[in-house]
């Protein structure tokens, strides 16, 4: 629709009218209205129809009718879907796609039936069993990987349980422990029917009021029993209440904005740092936080482990500080004056393009005033009109010429201008931070293109900006001075 409304597409050509559009609503607005009014012919080839050759009236009502037709169609197809599907949920049939971790699915009768897996059930099991001898998530995912069992994608992918010899081992992901920890479907029951998407119109999967689920009971073996699964779902809802009083805890204390983010990298594996912010309170009562930041691929167990590294924020802004600092007063730079001067020289360029900009227009015009001067003598007879039309020819060139040239200088004036913004944005951090001001995300973002931490408290700090770039404006600044004295 975009190009049609930028005229680059006078015709539309679809195989029927389904392809077009499925509400009839929209789609007879388009055909009768939008089309005709902007020119652009509309031919659906199976339907026979085309908004050049129609004979408005009957046709109108044979598009109107077809889309009615269209839409019904479509509704009725998504319903079919979602009938079929519960009807299978309802008779126990499995409807997901990949069968859960632990179980394999087979075709019986018509239904999808689970089995027990005899390879990741008894891995299943261990899980539960862990969990309740009071182990945490993370030592879970510890014992796995020790135990050299593939996470369940990379065993959907090869068939392999365990490791194979020159096989990469990578670890389980904390959410799929959890997901097995709390899917009731290893109780022997199957929970469906959770999610659906609800008419066919709406996108977005709809969560359904749990009295909709569909639940059936003793559709394939179990591989623990009930008592187990509640039990662990108790000590999860326990674990999720000590977590909340944590919040609540923390909430008091609010969170600082992270202003190293996006420019703080491990420099052994090229990760973001990721940020702790610990909330403690003293004897006082004073809650306050802590920020550090550490490489997050160093808490990995497998080859993608990183070297252990981690820095406070304290530390970081101290050396980030020196840095910016002994930058700046080696170079023996002067921001306030620097900015000013930016500032004029950037107006005096803006201005110079805007002047010449200025002239374009007034040849412009003065090129309109010539032609319709040359029409004149050309009527008058003072002109013969092979002359006329030669001259004509030549001003139509010039003016083209102008016209482009003109809209050439608004690009480079549109250009200059967000060149003079950031800049001077960049300059006032500069400004900032000499003066020894607090940093802040844009101070960071404007002076630092990326800090690397490395192994053994190393950290490498890039600049955004050139110095040399810098000292030539300063010296030019200086001469300016000089010249103006003498
Ligand atoms: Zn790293």
């Not at 559709?219 to 039990?231: M, V």
């Not at 909330?279 to 990183?306: I, T």
């Not at 000013?340 to 805007?354: D, G, I, L, S």
């Not at 400004?431 to 053994?456: F, P, Q, W």
Request: proline share 2%; aromatic share 10%; with cysteine.
């Amino acid at each position: 629709m975009q190009d049609v409304r930028k005229k680059r597409i006078n015709c539309i050509i679809v195989k029927d009218l389904s392809r077009f559009g499925r509400n009839h609503i929209e789609t007879g607005n388009y055909i009768q209205k939008i089309f005709p009014f902007m020119g652009v012919r509309f031919i659906a080839i199976t339907d026979g129809i085309d908004t050049f050759h129609s004979e408005l009236g009957t046709d109108e009502m044979a598009v109107n009718l077809k889309n009615l037709i269209n839409e019904m169609y479509a509704k009725d197809i998504a319903e079919k879907v979602r009938a079929s599907r519960r009807s299978s949920q309802e008779q126990g049939s499995y409807t997901g796609g990949i069968p859960p971790y632990g179980y394999r699915a087979e075709w019986v009768k018509g239904k999808k039936c689970l089995f027990i897996c005899p390879e990741t059930s008894g891995i299943v099991r261990d899980i539960y069993e862990m969990y309740l001898s009071e182990k945490n998530i993370r030592q879970i995912v510890r014992i796995l990987y020790e135990r050299g069992i593939h996470r369940p994608s990379i065993y959907r992918q090869t068939g392999y349980v365990y490791q194979q010899e020159g096989e990469v081992l990578e670890q389980w992901a904390v959410g799929t422990v959890k997901f097995i920890l709390t899917n009731p479907v290893y109780t022997g029951c199957l929970m469906q029917g959770t999610t659906c998407g609800k008419k066919h119109k709406l996108r977005k999967r709809h969560d359904v009021d749990i009295e909709d689920y569909c639940i059936q009971h003793g559709t394939h073996e179990p591989l623990i029993n009930e008592d187990t699964f509640f039990r662990v779902a108790a000590m999860f809802e326990k674990s999720a209440v000590k977590y909340c009083n944590t919040g609540g805890f923390s909430k008091n204390v609010p969170l600082q904005e992270n202003i190293y983010d996006g420019v703080l990298f491990c420099g052994d594996c090229g990760k973001q740092m990721a940020r702790v912010a610990n909330a403690k309170q003293f004897s006082s009562g004073d809650m306050v936080r802590y920020y550090g930041y550490y490489c997050p691929a160093s808490r990995r167990l497998d080859g993608l482990q990183c070297s252990s590294k981690s820095i406070s924020m304290s530390v970081l802004d101290k050396l980030v500080k020196t840095a910016l600092h002994q930058e700046f007063s080696l170079s023996d730079i002067r921001p306030g004056k620097l900015v000013k001067e930016y500032e004029r020289q950037a107006e005096e360029q803006k201005q110079q393009v805007m002047q010449k900009i200025v002239l374009c227009g007034k040849q412009q015009e003065n090129g309109k005033k010539k032609g319709s001067e040359l029409y004149l003598k050309y009527r008058m007879g003072r002109m013969s009109l092979e002359e006329y039309q030669k001259i004509k020819k030549e001003q139509e060139r010039l003016l083209y010429e102008i016209a482009e040239r003109r809209e050439e200088l608004q690009h480079s004036l549109d250009s200059r201008e967000r060149e003079i913004k950031e800049k001077g944005k960049f300059l006032r951090s500069l400004i900032k931070c000499s003066e020894k001001t607090e940093l802040t995300k844009d101070v960071i973002h404007t002076l630092i293109r990326r800090i690397d931490v490395y192994a053994g408290h190393r950290v490498k700090i890039t600049f955004a900006f050139c110095m040399n770039e810098l000292l030539y404006l300063e010296e030019w600044n200086y001469k300016n001075e000089k010249n103006k004295e003498d």
